[in-house]
């Protein structure tokens, strides 16, 4: 699989190979963590979410690990098909402050 | 279910204009906010609203008005419209803004100011 350890605009990942999108979160406050999805002239789709009081959770074909101590979120998509292809961003909130603030994305393209 | 529908989806407006863009959803959720997407930032938040006759302002509210008279119902109006205001502008929403539920987003409003 193709990884990026820190968190880059874009990657290109061979179809079938796992990939690992990487976001860093600013907030030590922020509890609640969501991976959303981009098609080209559509709006963000969700694709998993994770409480910070959890470091792992998997989903169909996704897993989000989450590492609060260095405020380090990541998806791992495993089997990457070319419908996978588009911008993916990483959010966070902070309960008390209702905001979600979102990361300035990853464009994954699929090579066939 | 429609989810969240903005109208309309696309715009082109002439500077000094002003406009609506508008924003319902059929879920019943309390919480609905207001985004702005540009080319390398990423969404950035402009107002939400935690229930009906309640909004507060986001990270760039500046030339931008909202009200919420309905659940169903969050507009956006652009008071005098500018260059700079060119972007896509999402809608989305969640059933309450302090349970831990994800935004559902419209397919957007696409917006070019001359």
Request: proline share 4%; aromatic share 8%.
């Amino acid at each position: 699989g193709e990884s990026v350890g820190l968190h880059l605009p874009t990657l290109s990942v061979q179809e079938g190979d796992n990939s690992i999108i990487n976001c860093a979160y600013s907030n030590s406050a922020s509890d609640y963590f969501i991976w959303y999805k981009q098609e080209s002239g559509k709006g963000p789709q969700f694709i998993i979410d994770i409480r910070s009081n959890m470091d792992k959770r998997q989903g169909q074909r996704v897993t989000v690990l989450l590492n609060k101590t260095v405020k380090h979120l990541s998806l791992q998509i495993a089997a990457t098909q070319p419908g996978d292809s588009a911008v993916y961003f990483c959010a966070e909130r902070v309960r008390a402050d209702y905001k979600l603030s979102f990361g300035a994305g990853t464009t994954v393209t699929v090579r066939a | 279910n429609a989810g969240v529908t903005q109208t309309p989806k696309f715009q082109v407006l002439k500077t000094g204009q002003s406009m609506t863009l508008q924003c319902a959803q059929d879920m019943n959720h309390e919480y609905m906010s207001w985004y702005r997407q540009d080319p390398g930032m990423g969404l950035r938040l402009i107002h939400y609203s935690v229930g009906a006759g309640i909004t507060d302002q986001g990270e760039v509210p500046n030339g931008y008005n909202v009200s919420r008279s309905t659940t169903e119902d969050f507009p956006l109006r652009l008071l005098s419209a500018a260059p700079s205001q060119t972007s896509v502008y999402f809608c989305a929403s969640s059933s309450t803004p302090d349970r831990d539920s994800p935004l559902h987003f419209g397919n957007g409003t696409r917006l070019t100011v001359t």
